[in-house]
């Protein structure tokens, strides 16, 4: 059974940093695809940065926050990171870790359907 477990949220200063983990267990890294997600108040769930692999590693990063995000793994770990730099008010949101058994499904399908998801943490950015 594949379980995502996230941490690393809080409350930061606009400007500042913070690098969220997600756990996983119950998966092979290099099988599956695994992103980092957000939703904003209100808003819909919103794909921030993927990593998978298609004959080698790729990563994938929303346009709004190239620059300013790092996603990696630490297989060793079974961790997924994802380095946040230049915090804004607007990032603030739930981020929501995901995994999918298909090789791009992180990248390409509507998050409703992909797979596995952690239960979140939470990011606060005061201004």
């Known amino acids: 059974r594949v379980q995502l477990v996230e941490s690393g949220g809080g409350s930061v200063q606009a400007g500042g940093s913070l690098r969220l983990s997600c756990a996983a267990s119950?998966?092979?890294?290099?099988?599956?695809?695994m992103g980092w997600f957000r939703q904003r108040l209100g808003k819909a769930r919103e794909r921030l940065a993927v990593?998978?692999?298609?004959?080698?590693?790729?990563?994938y990063y929303t346009d709004s926050m190239k620059g300013r995000v790092t996603i990696s793994q630490d297989n060793a770990k079974n961790t997924l990171y994802l380095q946040m730099n230049s915090l804004k008010p607007e990032d603030t949101a739930e981020y929501y870790c995901?995994?999918?058994?298909?090789?791009?499904?992180?990248?390409?399908?509507?998050?409703?359907?992909?797979?596995?998801w952690g239960q979140g943490t939470q990011v606060t950015v005061s201004s």
């Open positions: 995901a995994a999918d058994p298909s090789f791009m499904g992180c990248l390409y399908n509507a998050p409703n359907d992909i797979r596995h």
């Open positions: 119950g998966l092979t890294y290099g099988t599956y695809c």
């Open positions: 990593t998978y692999d298609v004959g080698g590693s790729s990563t």
